[in-house]
């Protein structure tokens, strides 16, 4: 696609249960990142992929927090046992070559744990 | 430890009007400095890119100038429109490191008429 693209756009989910959030990057970035953006605060970094790998995964709040990528593409959050914490936008973006190129961004995926 | 400053958190201007936002950093080894534009409910859009040698650099009614010797950028808005209201966020990049973007808070703007 022409863009980067998140799954879905909006999730409401009960306390408790997993969520997974998809994101299809633009075709030939080999960087991809994930941000947390809470209600009128900034972007908060969670993760970063170079390729397949994750050299920074520092940004995890919890250990019910994972990610994954797989054939330099789509990548995944996974967030299980949902708190009402976990609500919040999760904006996915990508890059050529990571580093210190120019990021673009998807429209988001609004999580909202009841 | 490498952070990014804004200034004003929030600002509201008369349509027609010019604003400036500022961006202090402390991020080292700069590469670069870029501001982004994020619409209400949209992704964050890149506007323009200051590298270590540039003083300034235009887009459109958006001129963005970047003094590296005192770690300070700033977003001068010329004849502000409605359309520019949004979140301006400013992000400085590290030559070294694994994830080497870092992120300020933004700038909330509002256009009114």
């Known amino acids: 696609g022409a863009g980067v693209s998140q799954s879905p756009s909006n999730k409401v989910t009960e306390k408790g249960k997993d969520v997974e959030l998809r994101c299809d990057p633009i075709?030939?970035?080999?960087?991809l990142y994930w941000y947390r953006q809470r209600l009128g605060q900034g972007l908060e970094f969670l993760i970063y992929?170079?390729?397949?790998?994750?050299?920074?995964k520092s940004g995890l709040p919890s250990d019910r927090f994972s990610a994954e990528r797989t054939g330099e593409s789509v990548s995944t959050l996974t967030i299980q046992r949902t708190q009402q914490e976990d609500s919040a936008v999760y904006l996915c973006?990508?890059?050529?070559?990571?580093?210190?190129?120019?990021?673009?961004f998807g429209e988001g995926s609004r999580l909202t744990v009841l | 430890k490498n952070q990014v400053e804004q200034s004003p958190q929030s600002l509201i201007i008369l349509e027609g009007k010019n604003c400036t936002l500022q961006c202090n950093y402390t991020v080292s080894p700069f590469s670069n400095l870029r501001w982004y534009k994020q619409d209400t409910g949209r992704g964050p859009v890149s506007l323009t890119i200051?590298?270590?040698?540039?003083n300034t650099k235009s887009n459109g009614r958006y001129t963005a100038t970047l003094d590296a010797d005192t770690k300070q950028s700033s977003l001068h808005i010329t004849a502000s429109q409605l359309s520019d209201s949004a979140s301006y966020i400013c992000v400085v990049s590290r030559q070294t490191g694994a994830n080497n973007l870092f992120f300020g808070t933004g700038t909330r703007l509002t256009v009114i008429p």
């Open positions: 200051m590298t270590f040698s540039e």
């Open positions: 075709s030939g970035h080999t960087a």
């Open positions: 992929f170079q390729g397949n790998s994750a050299p920074d």
């Open positions: 973006a990508s890059s050529p070559h990571g580093g210190t190129g120019e990021l673009f």
